[in-house]
């Protein structure tokens, strides 16, 4: 089978994988071995800031979803939404914010391993909750962590190498690979948007904006604080905690759209992923906006 033989729709899907595939590379060009030494030298926040986003944010999803009228498949997409953990976008506002970046890349490439096996347990569960314990759609466990792996492990580990061994190339290359990426993850995202689902697209209307949006905006804001203010309460400071919300507000929706166009190969999935996507950048800007306002203003209070 060649690309002229395929699809639409799996065309889109190996898109899909590619562009995943070179947005972990370009992850992993930008880690270092120090990066991981971090996590030792700085325990406490790394690992308040990982159970936020790898169990807070399944559970803040799981309780919107109880109270939520929405039909099970886009309640079970929110699921989906929320076992993709932020990548590259949420350590790249976390640079862009003046948050704590070394805290960033280590929650990174310890959950790009963690996201595995936590991907197919959160999302069956997911599937069972919404969809009755008698659907016959289901996450195959160890496929799922063969796919995910080779699409994520594999091209983040090989950006490791080239970093570690070719300093220079990586750092030559990381430019534009961002712009290569940025372009396809646009294209990608274009075609999931607007295309029909014939085409590989999710089929989005006006109808489903409206009633997606509320719940979008809804979950992305409770991600955002509780990411945030769990940092707080094991007495982080303002980067971390930043850093936190961040990762936790921002999720990786071209993982999403792998987990549910291509595993499930169920386009309502898709959905709230990407009226989620529309919004998590500017709100996340926001927030990291008038965070930061507030913790400038306190160091200026005399003590």
């Excluded at 997409?77 to 506002?93: E, K, Q, V």
């Excluded at 989005?204 to 804001?221: H, K, M």
């Amino acid at each position: 089978m060649t690309i002229l033989t395929l699809a639409p729709t799996q065309i889109v899907d190996l898109a899909v994988s590619a562009v995943l595939a070179l947005i972990m590379f370009g992850i992993g060009l930008s880690l270092t071995v120090n990066d991981f030494g971090r996590i030792i030298r700085r325990p406490k926040a790394f690992f308040a800031a990982l159970s936020a986003q790898m169990i807070g944010l399944p559970i803040i999803a799981l309780l919107i979803n109880l109270v939520s009228p929405l039909p099970a498949a886009l309640k079970v997409g929110f699921i989906i939404l929320s076992a993709s953990p932020g990548g590259a976008t949420a350590g790249f506002l976390t640079y862009l914010w003046r948050g704590n970046v070394a805290l960033s890349l280590s929650i990174t490439s310890v959950n790009s391993f963690l996201t595995l096996f936590s991907i197919p347990i959160v999302v069956n569960l997911g599937l069972r909750l919404f969809m009755g314990w008698e659907t016959d759609l289901h996450l195959p466990f160890w496929d799922t962590v063969q796919h995910i792996f080779f699409i994520t492990v594999i091209p983040a580990s090989i950006g490791v190498l080239i970093r570690h061994r070719y300093p220079a190339f990586a750092e030559r290359i990381s430019i534009p690979a961002k712009y290569v990426m940025l372009v396809l993850l646009a294209i990608v995202f274009l075609i999931k948007m607007f295309a029909g689902k014939n085409y590989g697209g999710a089929g989005l209307d006006l109808s489903d904006f409206i009633q997606i949006t509320p719940f979008a905006l809804i979950q992305n804001a409770a991600c955002l604080f509780f990411g945030y203010f769990f940092l707080y309460r094991v007495g982080a400071p303002h980067p971390s905690r930043l850093t936190a919300a961040m990762e936790s507000g921002v999720q990786n929706t071209t993982l999403a759209f792998l987990i549910a166009s291509n595993l499930l190969g169920n386009q309502e999935m898709v959905k709230p992923a990407l009226v989620y996507s529309l919004y998590s950048f500017w709100t996340a800007c926001l927030f990291a906006y008038f965070s930061n306002r507030i913790a400038k203003r306190k160091m200026q209070l005399p003590r």
